[in-house]
């Protein structure tokens, strides 16, 4: 039979935000002992010590560790950010032909604008400048399922520490989310975070990401 010590450990670790209260030191060790008794289903009268121990043996445990998010944001803070405007999203059925794909890119690529493509399980993502817009529609025609249009592409270049960082993708889309900026697309190549969001967001973008 596992220990309350123990399961009360795996609870913490399974739930981040409570990991990082607890490297912050902010953490209500009665209400978060009757949080995870109640979660766990377990007796909060009788085990309630028992947790209680374990939270702080816990806590000991992880107080020396640097925040998580101090990591992130010092990753950030070196970081910089690129913008650009009239960028569409389109989504397309997998089985188009792939000769046509090759002369977007190539004819994308001739004029020295974005191409990114996202290939799922059944469909096709492809993200560029608005101006392809009728061409792709001639390329793909019925094939196309969803257009996204008055989209902006923001794109951070960071360090090579951002590989060795966890949570930085997790920590954008959380900042980016409570702050009511929906997020179209969020891709990576290698030290590159490329997040594609509605044009009308992109001032509050560049507010939020000015760490």
């Given amino acids: 039979m596992v220990s309350i010590a123990k399961t009360t450990e795996e609870y913490i670790k399974g739930h981040p935000g409570i990991r990082e209260c607890f490297r912050a030191g902010l953490i ?38 640097p925040l998580a998010d101090n990591k992130i ?9 690129e913008v650009k405007n009239k960028v569409i999203d389109i989504i397309v059925e997998k089985n188009v032909f792939f000769n046509n794909l090759l002369d977007l890119q190539k004819e994308v690529k001739k004029r020295e604008e974005r191409f990114n493509i ?29 257009v ?17 960082t966890p949570g930085v993708v997790a920590y954008l889309s959380t900042l980016l989310a409570e702050n009511g900026i929906n997020i179209i697309e969020i891709m990576s190549s290698y030290t590159d975070t490329l997040i594609v969001i509605n044009e009308k967001d992109i001032a509050k973008v560049m507010d939020v990401l000015s760490i």
């Fill in 28 to 65: 209500n060790y009665s209400a978060l002992t009757r949080k995870i008794a109640t979660d766990l289903g377990l007796d909060a009268k009788k085990d309630f010590d028992a947790i209680l121990i374990a939270c702080r043996r816990y806590f000991s445990k992880v107080k020396k560790e």
């Fill in 148 to 164: 996204y249009d008055h989209l902006a592409e923001v794109i951070i270049k960071s360090s090579n520490n951002l590989i060795e």
């Fill in 118 to 146: 996202i290939e799922g399980t059944k469909t096709i993502t492809m993200i560029t400048s608005m101006e392809f817009l009728d061409y792709i529609k001639k390329l793909f025609k019925k094939k196309i399922i969803k």
């Fill in 73 to 81: 944001l010092e990753v950030l803070k070196n970081s910089k950010l």
